[in-house]
């Protein structure tokens, strides 16, 4: 048994982290929790509990990855979404609490016992889709990806979580949709795709660094897999149908643009908890006459 308590650790990982973290104490039990396979609260009961020589060496080892910069949750290898402990990898983007509003909205326009076909574009880890096939599991939803590595990560979750009214199809935007057994409408297709401009100096800040760049930033200007769903979307779309999209703070009218170009009605563009542009929603009808 090592000499140093829980407590100890906790003051020692704190003062390391304190110039590399915006939230030093609560990553710091994140980490010894995740290394005690504990809760938080046993850490606060407990605090003179001494931790085993093996236990400090990984709790030290976790706490040098966090001093580097690397995230929270591909250290523990998870994040928490819409009350749901999602696995989360290098492979796939961290979901973020302004995500959640997108599923909000998309639930909003699915009624409860509604059977609707719903598709999710550019799945990552399966969060949206996971939500929504929670709240509506008597809807069916088609989530793709174009990483296989993604969609695996997907499909654990799904398994993981109960939840099979669900189809994971690799393939990149509408291409995966070649690959259903027939030719599907649906009533929603919401997408996270990336949006972020190449050159935008975030990329190379905080947790962004380590994540997949393929599924942040859209070449050459930000908008160009914006663009391409909303043109496409409508396609595939139930007449009349909706199309959701999470975008960046400051591509709300740009993002409103297209969806007037391509003929959306109805269209808004909703903040998030920050104040931001964050989702735009618009509706497609073939007919609305």
């Not at 009214?165 to 949709?177: D, M, R």
Request: proline share 6%.
């Amino acid at each position: 048994m090592s000499n140093t308590s829980i407590q100890q650790a906790l003051t020692q990982a704190l003062q390391k982290l304190s110039t590399s973290s915006d939230s030093p104490r609560i990553d710091s039990e994140i980490l010894l929790s995740h290394t005690l396979n504990c809760d938080r609260t046993f850490l606060r009961t407990w605090p003179e509990k001494p931790l085993s020589p093996k236990q400090l060496d990984q709790f030290q080892h976790l706490v040098n990855r966090r001093s580097s910069g690397e995230p929270i949750a591909y250290i523990t290898g998870q994040r928490e979404f819409w009350d749901m402990t999602l696995q989360v990898t290098p492979d796939t983007l961290i979901p973020r609490p302004e995500t959640e509003h997108l599923v909000e909205k998309a639930l909003e326009k699915i009624p409860p016992q509604s059977q609707w076909q719903i598709a999710d574009l550019g799945t990552g880890c399966g969060a949206i889709t996971l939500a929504i096939a929670r709240e509506r599991p008597q809807c069916k939803i088609v989530a793709t990806d174009k990483s296989a590595a993604a969609l695996a990560v997907a499909q654990k979750n799904a398994h993981q979580l109960g939840i099979k009214n669900v189809t994971f199809i690799e393939g990149s935007w509408f291409e995966a949709f070649s690959k259903l057994k027939e030719e599907q409408r649906f009533e929603i297709i919401v997408s996270n795709p990336p949006y972020i401009h190449p050159d935008d100096q975030h990329l190379k800040q905080g947790d962004l660094r380590f994540e997949p760049m393929q599924a942040l930033r859209s070449q050459p200007d930000g908008l160009t897999d914006i663009n391409t769903i909303v043109e496409s979307a409508r396609t595939y779309l139930s007449s009349p149908g909706w199309l959701i999209l999470e975008h960046g703070y400051d591509q709300g009218m740009v993002v409103k643009k297209a969806f007037e170009k391509f003929g959306y009605t109805h269209i808004s563009i909703l903040e998030d908890l920050a104040k931001n542009e964050r989702i735009s929603i618009g509706k497609w009808d073939a007919n609305p006459y």
